[in-house]
């Protein structure tokens, strides 16, 4: 049976109790749960836009990636969802920023609604 190993940094956002893992190693490969522009100190969403947003989400996911041992350079798949495509070419002129030469693969999509209403999320899965 294949061991599955849940991390849990303090350099982000706490998952809600029994529900979900920040991220879970398996097979070496991290699959890093849906982050959202959370302050990790209050739990809050930070104040700005699309773009401060989209900043957050990636370091969100990059403190949860280092916690397991891994970084946003070996990202291979990403999934991004916006509460609005109106959103598209702002949230990825700040995407475009990360993930090292090789970009992952990638899906976005458009979606009724976020997690507090926000306007965007972000999760990806990495090799270690």
Sequence with gaps: ?????????????????????????ANGMVYCSGSVALDPKTGNLIDGDIKAHTHQCIKNLSNVLQAAGSDITKVVKVNVFLSNMDNFAEMNGVYTQYWGDIKPSRTCVAVKTLPLDTDVEIECVAIL
């Design 1 to 25: 049976m294949a061991s599955k190993i849940p991390i849990l940094t303090e350099t982000a956002p706490p998952p809600l109790p029994g529900i979900y893992s920040q991220a879970i190693i």
